[in-house]
């Protein structure tokens, strides 16, 4: 699906596995995001169709690639089927920041409340500071969204600022909070 230069690495954490998307993950990206909170905290459309689906594997894949990024499927270590989607969604200079990332991710219902997302993410942090030399990287979450905002604390990340009006990939303004986490913070 995508060259080999865009081919993601298989990253491994303590309780998941990264892994790069695959044709046939189609069916459980479709089932995961007909849940509304994936729909209201995230930019996936809504309602959510088999073919915004089959788009997302074969394009936004590649999008992500395109801005410095790398999308990631998780699994959970000895527990069969996709649990979620990890992705450092882009990677670029800024003028005084150095490298910025902007981390996403969702996590389908049957899932959650098991330490798995938490797990990935600190993994795609650990990867994106040794392995594509991102010297900051920055969560976008809804002020209303606490299982997200546990989720940063938990790996590392401050609340930094709310920013009152950000635009979205999709083009949506929304008031998000900035969560930051520096590389020379990690030692
Ligand atoms: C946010 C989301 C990814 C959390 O996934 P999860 O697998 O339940 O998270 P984890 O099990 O790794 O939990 C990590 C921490 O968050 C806490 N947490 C999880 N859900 C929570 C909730 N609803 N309220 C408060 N804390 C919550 C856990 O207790 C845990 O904290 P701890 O480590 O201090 O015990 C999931 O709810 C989701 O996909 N939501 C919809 C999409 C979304 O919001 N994406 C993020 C957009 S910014």
Do not use: K
């Amino acid at each position: 699906m995508l060259a080999d230069m865009e081919e993601p690495p298989v990253l491994v954490g303590v309780r998941t596995r990264l892994r790069s998307w695959r044709a046939d993950d189609a069916p459980a990206i479709h089932a995961a995001c007909q849940d509304p909170d994936i729909q209201r905290f995230t930019t996936v459309p809504s309602p959510y169709r088999y073919a915004d689906a089959e788009w997302f594997l074969a394009h936004h894949v590649h999008d992500v690639a395109a801005e410095g990024g790398r999308a990631f499927a998780v699994e959970a270590l000895g527990e069969p089927g996709l649990a979620g989607s990890m992705a450092l969604l882009h990677a670029r200079p800024e003028p005084d920041r150095g490298v910025v990332g902007e981390i996403g991710y969702w996590t389908a219902p049957w899932a959650r409340g098991r330490g798995w997302t938490a797990d990935a993410l600190g993994v795609v942090v650990a990867w994106a500071f040794a392995e594509r030399a991102v010297d900051r990287l920055e969560l976008l979450i809804d002020p209303e969204n606490a299982a997200s905002r546990a989720v940063a604390r938990r790996a590392g990340f401050a609340e930094e600022h709310l920013d009152p009006a950000h635009v979205l990939r999709d083009g949506s303004v929304r008031a998000l909070l900035v969560h930051g986490l520096h590389a020379r913070d990690r030692g």
